[in-house]
């Protein structure tokens, strides 16, 4: 499974960014897919996640202002960040769990990251 995310870049304080991740998934199905992200000095941390049945889930730091969403034909994910703050700064990572065919393991795949920052 080989995810590229895009979207990412310089935005002021209370701007909006929509992230995008596309996944080439030959021979796998996806579960869930999601996004993190990771500050300088700090651990990577979950953001938001949807599953296959499109229900999401939300990180404590998002307070509401992130909003993800799947189009599951195309497999891809975006994550459309809104009222954004110089503390969002960090490189965001989309994520998938995925079970190649005839397997019942799910995997977790990782894409690149994309630079996101915020200015003050």
């Known amino acids: 499974v080989q995810l590229q995310a895009s979207g990412g870049g310089l935005v002021q304080a209370g701007g909006s960014l929509r992230l995008s991740c596309s996944a080439s998934?030959?021979?796998?199905?996806?579960?869930?897919m999601g996004w993190y992200r990771q500050a300088p000095g700090k651990e990577r941390e979950l953001l938001a996640s949807?599953?296959?049945?499109?229900?999401?889930m939300y990180g404590d730091s998002v307070g509401g202002r992130f909003t993800i969403s799947r189009d599951i034909a195309k497999n891809t994910v975006h994550l459309q960040m809104n009222s954004l703050e110089p503390e969002d700064t960090a490189v965001y990572y989309c994520?998938?769990?995925?079970?190649?065919?005839?397997?019942?393991?799910?995997?977790?795949?990782w894409g690149q990251g994309t630079q996101v920052t915020v200015s003050s």
């Open positions: 998934t030959s021979g796998f199905t996806i579960n869930a």
């Open positions: 949807i599953s296959s049945d499109g229900s999401t």
């Open positions: 994520n998938a769990g995925a079970r190649r065919w005839g397997r019942s393991n799910v995997i977790d795949y």
